[in-house]
């Protein structure tokens, strides 16, 4: 498959800042894309997921933005807390389809209290 | 969502030998994937384990390599056959094609 990257693969920011975290994806047939945390020790962990039908997705803490002109993807964590450090995985597929995720490099998020 | 069980978390191992690495989901499933995530890298697919039938390889792997078994729909194995130091990575099972849930991984280290 095509591949996935990211821009930055270290981010620091403080407590209680906003983080913001981006991803380039290359195949424009992709139309679901997911956010993926990774703690040490830890098999990445689901955070939110987003359709290609929208630009705009919001969680608990985390919103995930879509650019399809672009191909540009981004996970906002609003009021970053110490147990967001972790590394953040973006992944993009066809939804339904048989297609494996594609996995982006990771971007390694600090916070520093 | 699922529930997977990994073992071991972690080993040490000596070149040249080989280590079976297991994977439990609490649910049925028909398709199991094994993923490789190398030191500061990303996930790269290794097969997908299907009940059944052979396991699919993705480029790159080799069934020799990676013997992969998946005897029920609960359950599969990976083999990290004739080690290297190159084969020292964490090893992830998955389940899910739409939301992908992972076990806890096995950090293996090869020397």
């Known amino acids: 498959g095509e591949s996935v990257g990211l821009h930055l693969p270290t981010l620091s920011v403080q407590e209680g800042d906003n983080s913001i975290i981006n991803c380039a994806y290359s195949n424009s047939a992709s139309d679901y894309f997911i956010w993926y945390k990774q703690e040490s020790g830890k098999g990445p962990q689901f955070i939110i997921d987003i359709r290609s039908n929208m630009d705009k997705r919001q969680g608990q803490r985390v919103t995930v933005l879509l650019n399809k002109t672009v191909k540009h993807l981004s996970l906002q964590i609003a009021a970053t807390q110490p147990g967001d450090s972790a590394v953040y995985f973006c992944a993009d597929k066809l939804w339904g389809g048989s297609y494996i995720p594609t996995f982006g490099r990771g971007t390694s998020l600090i916070v520093h209290p | 969502s699922a529930v997977i069980s990994q073992k071991p978390s972690r080993d040490i191992c000596q070149r040249g030998t080989s280590l079976t690495i297991q994977c439990q989901v609490d649910s049925q499933v028909t398709m199991m994937f094994w993923y490789r995530q190398q030191p500061g890298q990303s996930l790269t697919l290794i097969a997908t384990?299907?009940?059944?039938?052979?396991?699919?390889?993705e480029s790159g792997f080799v069934i020799d390599k990676f013997p992969i078994s998946r005897p029920n729909l609960t359950f599969s194995t990976l083999t990290v056959s004739n080690m290297s130091p190159e084969d020292s990575s964490i090893y992830l099972c998955?389940?899910?094609?739409?939301?992908?849930?992972f076990g806890q991984g096995t950090r293996l280290t090869v020397v």
């Open positions: 998955s389940v899910g094609q739409t939301e992908a849930f």
């Open positions: 384990a299907n009940q059944g039938s052979e396991a699919t390889y």
